[in-house]
């Protein structure tokens, strides 16, 4: 089995803390390399991001990786919290730009993600492995896909040990984006992100914002199952499941799955690649 690991987000409420406890010991068994939080841009979502991935590592015994974006940060708040996670024992940390929430005026002291990197060599040395964000279908704010990719090739020179992509349901994109950063230059593993299917509204709402594509056979399948959640879950289970079997035969060093703080579909596709 290649290498995996799960994305959380931070829970904010009694609730959702206990399902991400009882989704943590679902997946504990898929023996994930490492488990990512990732990080909410401004003030307080800080702390939760530092609570969470506390949480996965006391209680539940992962090696985690806090997401760190630097939109709206200064250095010295992100300094802070290198040697916080430094001081934790953390030795993998994935690096962000991240965007700037409506109604926050200042960008912080870095413009773009190799910038961050840059900062956490010069400030932490390589006691990180960094990972940063990877793009097969062109970050939705870039014009040219081609100086998106040097931009993300700019991340790894800066630094970085690797990457995950954004997720895509086109493996072709993938390979495609493989292959130019590789003739770049690019030696890191790129790891794909994967999203499992489980609501067909809501992946179509993440898609429009995040620049992914959901293929017209995709999107026309799920649509004729209307609100028959169960066949909605089998079918995305199956097509992801498809989807990562090709990636790996392909030559993909591991999966990121976006696990969105559940457990069942992310287990359903892992079923189908045993
Ligand atoms: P960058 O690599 O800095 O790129 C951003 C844009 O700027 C691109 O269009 C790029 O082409 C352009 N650019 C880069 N350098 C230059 C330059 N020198 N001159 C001009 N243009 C340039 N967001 C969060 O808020 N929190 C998270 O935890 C989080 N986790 C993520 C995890 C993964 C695996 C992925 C794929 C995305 C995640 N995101 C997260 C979303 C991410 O923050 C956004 O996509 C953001 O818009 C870009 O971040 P980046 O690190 O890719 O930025």
Not at 12 to 27: I, W, Y
Not at 60 to 75: D, Q, T
Not at 220 to 247: F, T
């Amino acid at each position: 089995m290649p290498s995996i690991s799960f994305e959380f987000f931070p829970p904010k409420t009694d609730e959702q803390r206990a399902q991400l406890d009882r989704v943590a010991a679902a997946l504990q068994p898929a023996a994930p390399e490492y488990v990512s939080v990732t990080f909410g841009a401004g003030g307080s979502t800080l702390s939760y991001t530092s609570d969470t991935v506390r949480g996965l590592h006391q209680q539940h015994g992962f090696h985690v990786a806090p997401h760190l974006s630097c939109m709206g940060g200064s250095r010295a708040e992100i300094a802070a919290l290198l040697d916080e996670y430094r001081a934790a024992g953390y030795r993998r940390i994935v690096a962000l730009r991240g965007d700037l929430p409506s109604g926050m005026a200042s960008a912080g002291d870095f413009r773009y993600a190799a910038e961050l990197v840059r900062f956490i060599r010069e400030h932490s040395g390589d006691h990180f492995h960094v990972e940063v964000a990877a793009y097969p279908e062109t970050h939705p704010q870039a014009e040219d896909a081609l100086v998106d990719l040097r931009h993300f090739k700019a991340k790894i020179d800066a630094g970085a040990n690797g990457a995950i992509t954004q997720y895509f349901f086109n493996p072709d994109a993938y390979f495609h984006f493989v292959d130019d950063a590789q003739r770049l230059g690019v030696k890191v593993p790129i790891v794909p992100g994967i999203m499992p299917i489980t609501n067909y509204s809501q992946l179509k709402r993440f898609s429009d914002a995040c620049g992914a594509e959901i293929p017209r056979w995709i999107a026309k399948r799920m649509q004729a199952h209307g609100d028959d959640a169960a066949s909605i879950r089998a079918l995305g289970a199956e097509v992801v499941a498809q989807m990562c079997l090709r990636l790996l035969d392909g030559g993909a060093p591991g999966l990121h799955f976006y696990t969105l703080n559940r457990a069942r579909a992310t287990l359903a596709v892992l079923e189908r690649l045993h």
